[in-house]
């Protein structure tokens, strides 16, 4: 069951930008911790960018100088900057929250049903 609802992947050239959107429903806005994470196929999804009201976002060592991440708790909505894309930045990009602010995707209980992102060269 879908609980989050990302929007804004595409297709771009490399080195243009793509801006995500993760939409959270009313009933989880209390969820501390909200999280990207990517997966290609074959591979192991893994953590790209962390987001918690109480601590300042981390965004994972490999996209650092590329990539940011904000929140707008009003609209309680989760945006994912993406700059200087890179046909390695291919991906389908999920959106999670849940209590714990981790790199781990065990950690998170609700998930969107992920938006593909398509870098060419």
């Known amino acids: 069951q879908v609980q989050l609802v990302e929007s804004g992947g595409g297709s771009v050239q490399a080195g243009g930008p793509l801006r995500p959107s993760c939409v959270a429903p009313g009933y989880i806005k209390s969820i501390p911790s909200m999280a990207w994470f990517r997966q290609s196929p074959g591979k192991e999804r893994k953590g790209v960018a962390l987001?918690?009201?109480?601590?300042?976002?981390s965004i994972v060592d490999s996209v650092k100088d590329r990539f940011t991440t904000s929140k707008d708790s009003a609209k309680n909505t989760l945006y994912l900057q993406m700059n200087s894309l890179k046909p390695d930045d291919t991906a389908m990009y999920f959106c999670?929250?849940?209590?714990?602010?981790?790199?781990?995707?065990?950690?998170?209980?609700?998930w969107g049903q992920g938006t593909q992102v398509t870098v060419s060269s």
């Open positions: 987001s918690n009201g109480d601590r300042a976002a």
């Open positions: 999670a929250a849940g209590p714990r602010y981790s790199w781990s995707s065990a950690a998170y209980t609700y």
